[in-house]
């Protein structure tokens, strides 16, 4: 369920992010974000279905409150700089999320679980050099 709301909260977070943005970075940026949260939405996609073949259901009315209590607590950045780095710090928890997962998990997802951290490590260099900018 963790995993499933992170992915969901940085899909939220990171769409309005993509709304919000202005400044001398706009286009830069705009594309960026722009890109990144269908890649969470498709990544939840993904794993949702995963768990529903494999447990029969999911709650979803728990882990969108979880997803939405966490953008209450993060709110609207107040700039890029903020924006970047609370989607970095919620990359590090998606990928300390998908370890935990990983040990008790098949073949079939560890792949997908795999696949998911590593498109979250190339974000987390992308920003990171964003912020270095």
């Known amino acids: 369920m963790t995993l499933l709301s992170v992915l969901r909260f940085l899909q939220l977070y990171a769409h309005n992010a993509h709304n919000l943005l202005g400044g001398e970075t706009f286009f830069q940026d705009h594309k960026f974000l722009g890109s990144i949260y269908p890649e969470y939405e498709e990544d939840y996609d993904s794993l949702i279905e995963r768990i ?21 607590k993060v709110g609207v950045p107040k700039n890029y700089s903020e924006s970047y780095n609370e989607i970095l710090k919620w990359e590090v928890v998606l990928c300390k ?12 997802t560890i792949n997908l679980l795999s696949s998911i951290a590593d498109k979250s490590e190339q974000r987390q260099y992308k920003i990171k050099q964003r912020l270095k900018s």
């Open 52 to 72: 529903i073949l494999i447990n029969g259901g999911v709650d979803l009315i728990n882990l969108h409150k979880l997803a939405v209590n966490n953008l209450e």
């Open 97 to 108: 999320a998908i370890e935990k997962l990983t040990p008790e998990s098949s073949e079939g």
